[in-house]
C-alpha cells in the first residue's frame, strides 16, 4: 500500500509558476511510475505527465509540454510537477498517483492517488 500526500497547490496570476510535490509513504518508492493528473468540475480526470520508475522516461500531455516538467527523487520518496506560464485552462485540482503498469497516460492503469492539491490560475 502506497500513500500519497501532494503540496504546493494554490491561486497564482496568469503566466506565473507553481511546483507541487508529492510525498510518498507505504512501499517501494522506486519501483513505481509517477503521474501528474488534473480533474475540473464536472470533466474527467486527465492525465498531465508522467515519469518512469527509474526517470529516464517521460511523458506530457500536450497541453502542457513545455510548460510543466515532472521530476522524481526516489531518496526522499518524492515527485514533483514544475509548473511555469501557467494559464487560466490550468486551473484544476492535480493528483499524484503511482503505477506498477507502463501505460503512463492512462488514469486505470494508476493503482494508488493523492487526496488531490488544487491549483487556481486568475486571469
Known amino acids: 500500500q502506497v500513500h500519497l500526500v501532494e503540496s504546493g497547490g494554490g491561486l497564482v496570476q496568469a503566466g506565473g509558476s507553481l511546483r507541487l510535490s508529492c510525498a510518498a509513504s507505504?512501499?517501494?518508492?522506486?519501483?513505481?511510475?509517477m503521474g501528474w493528473f488534473r480533474q475540473t468540475p464536472g470533466k474527467e480526470r486527465e492525465f498531465a505527465a508522467a515519469?518512469?520508475?527509474?526517470?529516464?522516461?517521460?511523458y506530457y500531455a500536450d497541453s502542457v509540454k513545455g510548460r510543466f516538467a515532472i521530476s522524481r527523487d526516489n531518496a526522499k520518496n518524492a515527485v514533483y510537477l514544475q509548473m511555469n506560464s501557467l494559464k487560466p485552462e490550468d486551473t484544476a485540482v492535480y493528483y499524484c498517483?503511482?503505477?506498477?503498469?507502463?501505460?503512463?497516460?492512462?488514469?486505470?492503469?494508476?493503482?494508488?492517488w493523492g487526496q488531490g492539491t488544487q491549483v487556481t490560475v486568475s486571469s
Open positions: 498517483a503511482a503505477s506498477r503498469s507502463a501505460q503512463a497516460m492512462r488514469v486505470g492503469a494508476y493503482d494508488y
Open positions: 507505504g512501499g517501494t518508492f522506486s519501483s513505481y511510475n
Open positions: 515519469i518512469s520508475w527509474s526517470g529516464n522516461k517521460i
